[in-house]
Nanobody, 118 residues
């Protein structure tokens, strides 16, 4: 059974930091591209950062220079370090795992809420 479990969300003041984690099980983690998505109030879900299975990373313009994605293949986990948070970062953050190694496989976590407010 595949599971993706996000942790680390919460309430933080503007300018603060949070570190999200996505712990996976049931997949060969090293074969998967990991992406963090977010969906704010009345907004569409958007990809904010992703890391390929070879370690290459990419970021949405809105978070470039403030967020950092990483992966730990030994622990089958991905992380999102978020710095200098603003109220516009308020959203539910979702972890996604995708591979085309042996056909397409795509899995989602349940999400973790991030609220940036004073």
């Amino acid at each position: 059974q595949v599971q993706l479990v996000e942790t680390g969300g919460g309430l933080v003041q503007p300018g603060g930091s949070l570190r999200l984690s996505c712990k996976t099980s049931g997949i060969t983690f090293s074969l998967y591209k990991m992406t963090w998505y977010r969906q704010g109030p009345e907004k569409q879900r958007e990809a904010v950062a992703w890391i390929e299975n070879d370690g290459r990373t990419n970021y949405a313009d809105a978070v470039m220079g403030r967020f950092r994605i990483s992966r730990d293949n030994a622990r089958s986990s991905a992380h999102l370090q978020m710095n200098n948070l603003t109220p516009e970062d308020t959203a539910t953050y979702y972890c996604n795992a995708e591979t085309t190694y042996d056909g397409l496989a795509n899995y989602w976590g349940q999400g973790t809420q991030v609220t940036v407010s004073s």
